[in-house]
C-alpha cells in the first residue's frame, strides 16, 4: 500500500473513531471516566457493581458514570459445598439475591441503601502515606495484617483501645448490595466492636477486665484468647451537659438519598435524645462554610429541625476550612463541666481549601483537641467515600468513627450509643500483653494494626492512644500457641489510662492463667464463642495469611450457637450466609 494511502485509511480510521466516541457523549450525556476493567484491582471486587454515581458534582471531572448494565443473576439459595480456603480471589460474575441480602424489606422510614457504582480510580488526597489504596471510587488504607510473632524474641503486643465501628457497616452493606467488600475496608477490631458483649460492669473504677481463652476450631494446635473490658455505665441523667456542633457536608457529592438527607434525619434522631441542659450548634461546608445555627437548646427542636431543613446539596467539598469553622464554635463552650464535641458528617471526599489531608486539618485544629474538643466522624454514601480519612480525623481527633447505611444504622449511633459517645469515662487507654515464653511459643494480635503502639511508648503518657466512652466494650482477641508444658501463668495483661481531663495515666495488671482457658469451645461462654466467629470471619474476608484454610461454614456455625436472641447477632449470621455465597460463585467464577 503506498504511503499516501496509508496515511488515508489511518485518518480514516481515527475519524471513524472519533465519531463514535461523540456519538456515545452525547446519547449519555455524561463523560467516560474509571479505568476499564482489565486495571482493576482483583482482589477487591468480587461482583459487576450497578451503582448510580453521586449527583451533582462540582465540576465535570466529578460528573458520574454512564449507568452500568444490569447484574448478573444470583446465585440460588442453596449452596454448593464451601471450599476449605481463605478468600478466594473474585470470578467473573457472582451477585447474590440482594433481597435476601437484606433481610426483607426497609421498614417505614428506612433510607434504602444507594448501589455501589462502577469501580475506578480517584485522585487520592494525601493522608502522610502511601498505604492509601481506591476501590470502586471508595478510599481506603490497607494495612498488613498482623503476623505470628515469637515469643521468644518479643513477649510484649502493645496497642492502643479501638471502640470505631465503621467498617462492620461498610462491610455489611457491600454484602447486603451482593458484593465482597474489598479487603483493605475490613478491619478486625471494628467487625468486633460493632458488637455488644455482656460483661459485668465494674462497681468502681472507669471500667473491669474479662480475660477468657479455649481452642480453635480451626488449628488443634492453637488457642483463642480474648481481653474484654467493660466501660462504667453512665445514664442519661447522669453524664454531664453536651455542646454538639453538627459540621454537615453540604457539597454536590452530598446530593443522594443515603448522603445529606440521611445525614438530616440522624441528626434529628441525636437531637430527640439530648438533655435539656444540652446545645447544638449547626455549621456546613461546600464551596465555603456557613454557620446555619447559633447554639441552641436541644429543647428548641422546631429551630433545630427548621435549620435542617434548609441544607440542600451543591458545590465543592472545602471539608479543612469547615473543620476549622466547627473547632472554634465547640472551644467557645469546652470546659470541664461540659461535653463540647464535633460531629462531621460526610462522605470525606475533600477537593477545595486548605488543609485537605487528616495531617494539614489535624494541624490546623490541633490547639482545639488540647482545649478538650473530641470529634465523631460519621460517614455516607458510596462509590466516591473516603474512609482512610474519616478513620484518620476520628483517630487524631480523640473520638469515634461510624458509617450510617440507613436509620435503622443512625438510631444505633445516636439514640442508642449517643451517651457512650459523649460521655468519655478513660482517655489514651493503652493495652500491654506480656507473654510468659515458657508458656507461649507464638502469638498473633487479630487486627489492631493501625493502633500499634511501640512497647516502649506504653508508659509514655505524652504518646496519643484510644478512648473508652461510657458504658462501651472493647474486645480484643489474640491466636497463640502454648508450649508443651505450659506453666499455669500465660500472660500478664497490662492497661494505662488516663481521667478524661487528667494528663497522668494510670496502670493496672491482670495475670492470664490456665484457670482462664476453657477446655474446648463448646465450654466457653457465648460472648467469646460469637467474638471469635465474628474476628475468624473478618480475617477471612479479609485474606489475612493466618487465615488461610479457615471456612466460613465454621464461623457461621459458631455463630448460630451464639447468637443469644440478638438482633445484630442474628443479623450478622445472615451476613456470614451471603458471604459464603459469594465465596463460592467467585471460586467457581461464576
Known amino acids: 500500500m503506498s504511503p499516501f494511502f496509508s496515511k488515508r485509511r489511518v485518518s480514516f480510521v481515527s475519524g471513524a473513531l472519533l465519531c463514535a466516541s461523540l456519538v456515545s457523549a452525547c446519547s449519555s450525556m455524561e463523560p467516560a471516566q474509571g479505568v476499564t476493567r482489565g486495571e482493576l484491582r482483583p482482589q477487591a471486587v468480587a461482583t459487576t457493581q450497578n451503582a448510580p454515581a453521586d449527583e451533582a458534582k462540582v465540576d465535570r471531572a466529578e460528573l458520574p458514570p454512564p449507568p452500568p448494565s444490569t447484574p448478573a ?195 434529628k434522631v441525636a437531637v430527640k435524645n439530648l438533655n435539656e441542659n444540652d446545645t447544638v450548634a449547626l455549621v456546613t461546608y461546600a464551596g465555603s462554610t456557613r454557620d446555619v445555627l447559633p447554639p441552641t437548646p436541644a429543647t428548641d427542636v422546631k429551630k433545630i429541625h427548621a435549620a435542617l431543613d434548609t441544607l440542600v446539596a451543591g458545590g465543592g467539598t472545602a471539608m479543612g476550612s469547615g473543620m476549622e469553622a466547627a473547632y472554634k464554635h465547640a472551644v467557645k463552650k469546652a470546659a470541664g463541666g461540659v461535653v463540647s464535641r464535633v460531629v462531621v458528617l460526610t462522605d470525606g471526599d475533600a477537593n477545595i481549601g486548605p488543609n485537605l489531608s487528616p495531617k494539614a486539618m489535624l494541624a490546623s485544629i490541633e ?58 469515662i478513660a482517655k489514651d487507654v493503652k493495652f500491654q500483653v506480656e507473654f510468659n515464653p515458657k508458656a507461649v511459643s507464638r502469638y498473633r494480635l487479630m487486627g489492631y494494626e493501625n493502633r500499634d503502639i511501640a512497647d516502649k511508648d506504653f508508659r509514655d503518657d505524652k504518646v496519643d492512644a484510644g478512648e473508652i466512652g461510657a458504658g462501651h466494650t472493647v474486645t480484643a482477641l489474640y491466636e497463640v500457641e502454648l508450649t508443651g508444658d505450659a506453666p499455669q501463668e500465660l500472660a500478664t495483661v497490662r492497661i494505662r489510662a488516663k481521667a478524661p481531663n487528667g494528663t497522668e495515666a494510670k496502670e493496672q495488671a491482670f495475670p492470664l492463667t490456665r484457670a482462664n482457658l476453657k477446655p474446648s469451645m463448646e465450654a466457653a461462654s457465648t460472648d467469646f464463642r460469637f467474638a471469635v466467629a465474628v474476628a475468624a470471619t473478618a480475617d477471612i474476608l479479609r485474606a489475612a495469611p493466618a487465615a488461610e484454610g479457615w471456612s466460613l461454614a465454621t464461623t457461621q456455625k459458631l455463630a448460630e450457637g451464639a447468637v443469644a436472641g440478638d438482633a445484630d447477632r442474628t443479623e450478622f449470621v445472615r451476613l456470614i450466609g451471603q458471604a459464603r455465597a459469594l465465596t463460592t460463585a467467585s471460586a467457581s467464577g461464576r
Open 367 to 424: 490547639k482545639y483537641v488540647a482545649e478538650g474538643v473530641t470529634l465523631t466522624t460519621v460517614g455516607f454514601g458510596m462509590g466516591n467515600y473516603h474512609d482512610s480519612l474519616m478513620e484518620q480525623l476520628a483517630d487524631k481527633g480523640n473520638g469515634n468513627s461510624f458509617y450510617v447505611d440507613s436509620m435503622k444504622e443512625a438510631r444505633k449511633v445516636f439514640e442508642t450509643q449517643l451517651t457512650g459517645t459523649l460521655e468519655v
Open 73 to 267: 443473576a444470583a446465585p440460588t439459595a442453596r449452596m454448593a459445598p464451601e471450599p476449605e480456603m481463605r478468600r478466594a480471589a473474585p470470578g467473573k460474575k457472582s451477585m447474590a439475591a440482594l433481597g435476601a441480602a437484606s433481610g426483607g424489606a426497609l421498614a417505614m422510614g428506612e433510607v434504602a441503601p444507594m448501589p455501589v457504582q462502577q469501580p475506578k480510580e480517584k485522585s487520592k488526597l494525601e493522608l502522610g502515606d502511601d498505604k492509601n489504596v481506591a476501590e470502586g471510587g471508595n478510599t481506603f488504607e490497607a494495612y498488613k495484617a498482623n503476623a505470628f510473632t515469637e515469643t521468644a524474641k518479643d513477649n510484649l503486643s502493645t496497642f492502643a483501645a479501638d471502640v470505631d465501628t465503621a467498617s462492620y457497616s461498610m462491610a455489611r452493606r457491600y454484602l447486603q448490595q451482593g458484593q465482597l467488600p474489598p479487603t483493605q475496608a475490613v478491619r478486625v477490631e471494628e467487625f468486633v466492636n460493632y458488637f455488644k458483649y455482656r460483661y459485668t460492669p465494674p462497681e468502681d473504677g472507669a471500667f473491669t477486665v474479662h480475660l477468657e481463652g479455649a481452642p480453635s476450631p480451626f488449628n488443634a494446635r492453637r488457642q483463642f484468647v480474648r481481653v474484654g473490658v467493660q466501660g462504667k455505665v453512665v445514664s442519661r441523667s447522669q453524664r454531664k451537659p453536651a455542646h454538639l456542633v453538627f459540621l454537615v457536608d453540604t457539597s454536590g457529592s452530598m446530593a443522594s438519598s443515603d448522603k445529606l438527607p440521611l445525614a438530616i434525619e440522624s441528626i
